[in-house]
């Protein structure tokens, strides 16, 4: 097993969901791009995960790919897109390929693309037997026999085939013209001269959505109560949900809400003091630029805490717990709507204060029913 992928220069990586998957998956493809040398690392994503590709150190290419098995992705007409990126890849003439998943996901769709065009090496986990759609395979012991963190999956995934690293953390490269854009941003604002933390209060998922009324408490008492003052970001679509938030607080913050690319956001998140935000691609760069989080945490996944980065996961604890889904299926979100302000301020303050250590731990979450 070992010769055959050893030899392999030319590797497709896919990874087929959002910004927060493809960063969570760096520490794997760093793994095979370093335990080889002159290896080629091509990263298969969506439209939404391509966006991150710019900015990871190990990815030498870039193929966009929003597949009809993934919920995000708009509804089709026809199969077109399959038969062009079966064509597409078979052009490209990979050496192998790695699928990565969540466990909840099925790699075969996957898998039968790279088997249409001829990949010779193909690896994923399966939770059935994928007879020739996979040359190496890993049956998918997730979840019934354990969970692991999403960063640990995909490690051990790529480790079946030899390719190990040292360095676990997540990838990040910040460029520098958007290192100079923060900074010239923070003197405008005059950030630099106080406390500061940034605040994303936004999520795709509804149920990964901390109270906006709850934000509001929380930056108007960090700003009146502790003088730390707080900027906000946040995409196009949730400009109405920040100035919501700003609206209701008496004290100044500032908003960079769809004012920054993401390069620009990494910078900002990298020369922050600190990142609150609900579970979503921010927390995993500020893993990555190594920033510590109070992470408000849905409890719909365990497997996406921050990665070794010092952080505090909240949540109030719902026998409903882990429930994989997008919209809270029990119709209360009690999992954050229940999380006091407070406890987000106590824990903004704990990872501010000096005397708070700066190791780090994978925070594991609860994952059975009580």
Not at 127 to 144: A, F, G, R
Not at 216 to 242: N, W
Not at 353 to 370: A, E, F, G, W
């Amino acid at each position: 097993m070992y010769s055959t992928w050893n030899d392999a220069k030319k590797i497709l990586c896919v990874r087929l969901d959002t910004i927060g998957d493809v960063l969570m998956t760096t520490p794997a493809i760093s793994a095979l791009k370093n335990s080889q040398c002159d290896r080629h690392i091509t990263l298969m994503t969506s439209s939404a995960g391509s966006a991150i590709a710019p900015l990871l150190i190990d990815i030498d290419d870039v193929i966009v790919y929003d597949s009809p098995w993934l919920k995000a992705t708009a509804p089709r007409k026809n199969s077109e897109p399959e038969y062009a990126i079966i064509n597409l890849l078979r052009e490209r003439d990979f050496d192998a390929a790695v699928i990565f998943t969540v466990y909840s996901q099925n790699p075969l769709p996957t898998a039968f693309l790279c088997y249409m065009a001829g990949i010779p090496l193909t690896l994923a986990h399966c939770h059935e037997n994928p007879y020739q759609l996979l040359t190496h395979w890993i049956k998918d012991p997730e979840p019934e026999q354990f969970i692991r963190h999403e960063v640990q999956r995909q490690l051990d995934l790529v480790a079946s085939v030899g390719s190990t690293i040292a360095d676990r953390r997540l990838k990040l490269r910040i460029p520098d013209a958007a290192k100079v854009t923060i900074q010239s941003l923070l003197r405008e604002i005059e950030i630099h001269q106080q406390p500061w933390v940034v605040i994303h209060p936004g999520a795709s998922a509804v149920s990964r959505r901390y109270p906006p009324e709850s934000f509001a408490i929380v930056a108007e008492k960090l700003v009146r109560d502790y003088d730390i003052q707080v900027v906000f970001t946040g995409t196009e679509s949730e400009i109405e949900l920040v100035e919501f938030i700003r609206g209701k607080m008496r004290s100044q913050s500032h908003s960079f809400v769809n004012r920054l690319n993401l390069g620009e956001l990494s910078a900002l998140i990298d020369a922050a003091p600190l990142l609150i935000s609900n579970n979503t691609a921010p927390v995993h760069i500020a893993a990555a630029v190594g920033t510590p989080v109070v992470d408000l945490y849905a409890l719909t996944n365990p497997q996406h805490t921050p990665w070794q980065v010092p952080n505090r996961v909240i949540f109030h604890d719902v026998p409903c717990r882990i429930c994989y889904k997008s919209i809270c299926p029990e119709g209360h979100h009690h999992c954050l709507r229940l999380v006091e302000p407070e406890t987000v301020i106590n824990a903004t303050l704990e990872l501010l204060s000096p005397n708070t250590s700066t190791s780090v731990s994978n925070y594991q979450l609860p994952i059975t029913s009580r």
